[in-house]
C-alpha cells in the first residue's frame, strides 16, 4: 500500500533510522517512540574466573561503561544474534560467537561448551528470565551486570496529537512488550481510538504480540523471526 502510514514506535536513533527504511520502501513513517533506554550505573566489576561473556541485546552492550567492556574484551562474546554481534565486535571484542537470534539457543550454544562454567550476563533491569534459568539449570555460574533501563515515555495530549498529526494510521510496529503496553493504552483514549480503526498491528515476537490488547486479533502479524528485517517483510507482504 503505497504512502501507507506507519507508526514507528522504538526508541530513538533506531526510530529514525526504521523511519528512513520505510520511506525506502514507500511507506509514510510517524515516529512515535514509547519506550526509552537508558544508561545505569555499574558500581561492581566482575571479579574471579570468567571463561565468557553473554549478550542478548544491543543495548546492553552499547550502554556499558567503557572500562567494563575494556575489562571484557578479552574473553569470548556470546551475542545472541547478528547486530549484536556486530556491536560486540566493535566495541573491541576479539572473539565473538554469533547466536540465532533468540535467547534460549544461545543458551544452548554456551551450555554445549565443556570449558565454560562462569558467564559474565550483560542485560538490562527489564528482561525474561529463561535466559538465566537455563544456565543456572545446566551448572554454568551467572553473573549478572545491569547497564541499562528500558522506561516508558508518557505525552502530553497536546504532544500526542501533534505526532499523530490527525491522519488515520495504517500500520503499527511493536519492538517490545513494554511499547506494546504503551500502545494498548493510547488504544483505550477514546479520542483517539478511531485513528487506528483498521490498523494492523506488526509485532517482533510472539510476546510481543501477546501484551498487545484493544486491537482485533486478525489484525495482529508477527515477523517470523525477531529481526527488523523480518518484521518489515512481514509488514510489506501484509500491505
Known amino acids: 500500500m503505497a504512502g501507507a502510514r506507519v507508526l514507528v514506535t522504538r526508541p530513538e536513533p533506531g526510530a ?6 520505510l520511506e525506502e520502501a514507500g511507506f509514510s513513517p510517524v ?17 574471579g574466573q570468567i571463561d565468557a561473556v553473554a549478550a542478548t541485546s544491543v543495548n546492553a ?55 565454560i562454567a562462569n558467564v559474565v550476563y550483560l542485560a538490562g533491569r527489564v ?28 505525552y502530553m495530549p497536546d504532544e500526542l496529537d501533534a505526532a499523530l498529526d490527525g491522519g488515520t494510521i495504517d500500520a503499527v510496529l511493536l519492538y517490545s512488550a513494554k511499547a506494546a503496553e504503551g500502545f494498548s493504552n ?25 501484551a498487545l490488547s484493544g486491537g482485533s486479533r486478525s489484525r495482529i502479524f508477527t515477523a517470523s523471526k525477531p529481526t527488523e528485517d523480518d518484521l518489515l517483510a512481514r509488514l510489506i507482504e501484509v500491505l
Open 61 to 115: 552492550l552499547r550502554h556499558a561503561p567503557a572500562d567494563l567492556i575494556a575489562s571484557l574484551a578479552c574473553h569470548r562474546c556470546f551475542a545472541v544474534g547478528a547486530k549484536t554481534a556486530a556491536v560486540a565486535r566493535e566495541m573491541g571484542f576479539a572473539a565473538i560467537v554469533e547466536g540465532h537470534g533468540d535467547a534460549a539457543s544461545l543458551a544452548d550454544m554456551l551450555l554445549g561448551e565443556p570449558d
Open 31 to 47: 515516529i512515535l517512540p514509547l519506550s526509552r533506554t537508558v544508561p545505569l550505573p555499574v558500581g561492581i566489576f566482575p571479579t
Open 127 to 154: 528482561r525474561r528470565d529463561g535466559f538465566e534459568d537455563r544456565l543456572a539449570g545446566g551448572g554454568i555460574k551467572i553473573s549478572v551486570i545491569e547497564t541499562y533501563d528500558t522506561r516508558p515515555v508518557k
Open 186 to 210: 493510547l488504544l483505550a483514549d477514546p479520542l483517539r481510538h478511531s485513528l487506528f480503526e483498521s490498523a494492523r498491528y506488526f509485532c517482533l515476537s510472539p510476546r510481543i504480540a501477546a
Open 16 to 21: 529514525s533510522k526504521t523511519a528512513r527504511r
